[in-house]
């Protein structure tokens, strides 16, 4: 099946800090990725939806100028966690839509966000 | 809104024994359903989808699903569970023009010797 890379794997980090994850579809083009947030225990929500070449869309309740997404690129979506504090650590995963085949989302492997 | 409810938080089960994991879902129409499994840190993997047609959905490694409309659930099945089916089990509901998922809250399964 297609594959979502997604980048780092873990990262800790100063409250007050930015972190960037990266989300990359490796070997199809993706016009539409989503980033999900889990925290321990808890189901994966959906934090916003991140098309290429326009704004990300937001779910309710989801700060866009904390969480800034940027889709650049048909392969690549960045979610950048700005000003960090503890109440941001948690589980982040994306997807990427897949415009053939029958399997049409894949998931990355996630991304650990521990804010000291 | 659509919403899923997997009711069992934890499930342990023997080796070679069966497994079966609750779904039930809300939604105001007709539903896209899958089943997804999470490994320790790492990202999901999908066992198996219904979209349309058949109501029993056979899935990757061993894995079935049945879509029951009247009881607005989603069953997973296992008939023989090996040590390796020890992970995290998410239910979802979608819609496929736009692919935003709704999960469940997940199922820890342990499976012991």
């Known amino acids: 099946g297609a594959v979502v890379s997604q980048h780092p794997s873990w990262v800790i980090c100063k409250s007050g800090t930015s972190v960037k994850i990266e989300c990359r579809s490796l070997?199809?083009?993706?016009?539409?990725m989503f980033w999900y947030r889990q925290f321990p225990k808890q189901s994966l929500m959906l934090m916003a939806t991140?098309?290429?070449?326009?704004?990300?869309?937001?779910e309710q309740g989801v700060e866009k100028d904390k969480f800034l997404i940027n889709h650049a690129s048909l392969t690549l979506s960045t979610l950048t966690v700005t000003s960090a504090h503890p109440e941001d650590s948690s589980f982040y995963i994306c997807?990427?839509?897949?415009?053939?085949?029958?399997?049409?989302?894949?998931f990355g492997s996630g991304t650990q966000l521990s804010v000291l | 809104a659509q919403s899923v409810t997997q009711p069992d938080i934890h499930i342990t089960v023997s080796e070679g024994a069966s497994l079966e994991l609750r779904c039930n879902y809300s939604?105001?129409?007709?539903?896209?359903l899958f089943w997804y499994v999470q490994s320790p840190g790492q990202g999901l993997q999908l066992l198996l989808k219904?979209?349309?047609?058949?109501?029993l959905v056979q899935g990757i490694k061993g894995f079935e699903a049945e879509f029951k409309r009247s009881q607005s659930s989603f069953n997973l099945r296992k008939p023989s569970v090996h040590w390796s089916d020890a992970a995290e089990y998410f239910c979802?509901?979608?819609?496929?023009?736009?692919?935003?998922?709704?999960f469940g809250a997940g199922t820890t399964v342990t499976v012991r010797a």
């Open positions: 991140s098309n290429e070449g326009s704004k990300a869309t937001y």
């Open positions: 979802a509901v979608g819609e496929m023009d736009d692919y935003k998922l709704s």
């Open positions: 219904y979209f349309s047609g058949d109501t």
């Open positions: 939604y105001g129409a007709t539903p896209y």
């Open positions: 070997d199809f083009q993706a016009t539409t």
């Open positions: 997807s990427a839509r897949h415009g053939t085949g029958d399997e049409k989302l894949f």
